[in-house]
């Protein structure tokens, strides 16, 4: 099931989150990319619960949809960054392993400080892993490989066991990727042996989502109406969405306003809004709002380009399409 962020309590529960099984083993994956993983191990475990964490709405749905067809039912996905997530929703002593394959490895010089396995997410993992439980970590990058095994050495919590990857780790996106490439894979766990006296909460924020936010800049009409405007379908052709546009806002600002919208794929419903913003030099910015955190998917594209179309169709000129 994909949940959200207002799905979940702070901290939630397995019996909650897995009414049917709420004493097998819990996994939690982060950044599982078009999840392959799961799939290919779930079975070799005998199908613990699993909850798996991206920040790519894309991978998301496409993980979703894996997890749907090989009728796995004790799987949930979410899109959220992992560290919040880690720290809100899962509660101490409750994981039997984390699992991170191929993470982004940050290679500049000066720029591990955005790696999530460092010191203070490993001491946060040790505190919401079992005793026992551990960190599994895949990675092609042999500099990454060292560093974070440097960096849960120095936090004392676990014992590293080095074996061979599972081989449900060699068949994810990029393990398949770095193969052709005849690169080589290294794999540990980071197995704890000791609770932290204190859970870590000093920690760095991990990079906030880059992801490219829908949006077109455009010059309006001075006489735009928005009182013509009327609850509108557009439908892909395709039948891969459909956007319903269900209203418009007019801010309390001047010259700015706001769409509702309803977006419908395959088994994702999601409303959105779409804010139309007044730039510096007099052009208008249509861009997808933040608020409810949107997965941002082709039909929430579709929606800021029915909104630019809209507006078009009423004397827009577009300078700029970034949808
Ligand atoms: C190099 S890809 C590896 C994907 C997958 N594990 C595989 O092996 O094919 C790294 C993934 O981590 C995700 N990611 C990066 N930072 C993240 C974060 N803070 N929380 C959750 N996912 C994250 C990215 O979106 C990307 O899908």
């Not at 897995?18 to 779930?42: C, N, Q, S």
């Not at 991170?100 to 396995?117: I, Q, S």
């Not at 120095?154 to 990857?165: C, K, N, V, Y």
Request: proline residues 7%; glycine residues 6%; contains cysteine.
């Amino acid at each position: 099931m994909i949940l959200r962020l207002s799905d979940f309590q702070f901290p939630d529960a397995p019996a909650r989150l897995y009414p049917d099984t709420p004493d097998r083993d819990w996994y939690l994956e982060v950044g599982f990319g078009d999840g392959r993983f799961w799939p290919h191990l779930a079975p070799t475990l005998d199908f613990p619960n699993y909850l798996g964490v991206e920040i790519s709405g894309v991978s998301l749905l496409k993980a979703h949809r894996r997890l749907r067809d090989a009728r796995i039912e004790n799987a949930h996905v979410t899109k959220l960054l992992a560290l919040p997530l880690v720290q809100g929703v899962i509660p101490p002593e409750s994981l039997t392993g984390i699992i991170v394959n191929f993470p982004d490895p940050w290679p500049k010089a000066g720029h591990e400080e955005h790696r999530l396995l460092r010191a203070p997410f490993l001491t946060l993992a040790a505190n919401r892993l079992k005793l026992g439980g551990a960190v599994w970590f895949t990675t092609d990058h042999d500099e990454y490989f060292e560093f974070a095994c440097a960096q849960a050495r120095d936090t004392g919590l676990f014992e590293l066991d080095f074996t061979a990857p599972p081989a449900s780790a060699l068949e994810t996106k990029y393990a398949l990727k770095w193969r052709e490439l005849g690169l080589g894979v290294n794999h540990v766990r980071f197995r704890k042996i000791k609770h932290p006296d204190a859970p870590a909460f000093d920690i760095h924020p991990y990079p906030a989502e880059e992801a490219h936010v829908p949006h077109a800049i455009l010059t309006l009409p001075d006489t735009l109406d928005l009182n013509a405007f009327e609850k509108f379908t557009a439908r892909d052709p395709r039948g891969a969405y459909t956007v319903i546009l269900l209203e418009a806002y007019r801010s309390v600002r001047r010259d700015e306003f706001t769409f509702l919208a309803h977006v419908v794929e395959d088994e994702l419903t999601q409303e959105v809004l779409v804010n139309v913003t007044r730039r510096a030099d007099g052009s208008s910015l249509v861009r997808l709002g933040r608020f409810g955190g949107p997965i941002i998917t082709t039909g929430v594209k579709a929606a800021v380009a029915t909104v630019t179309a809209w507006l078009e169709e009423r004397g827009g000129v577009v300078t700029h399409r970034g949808y």
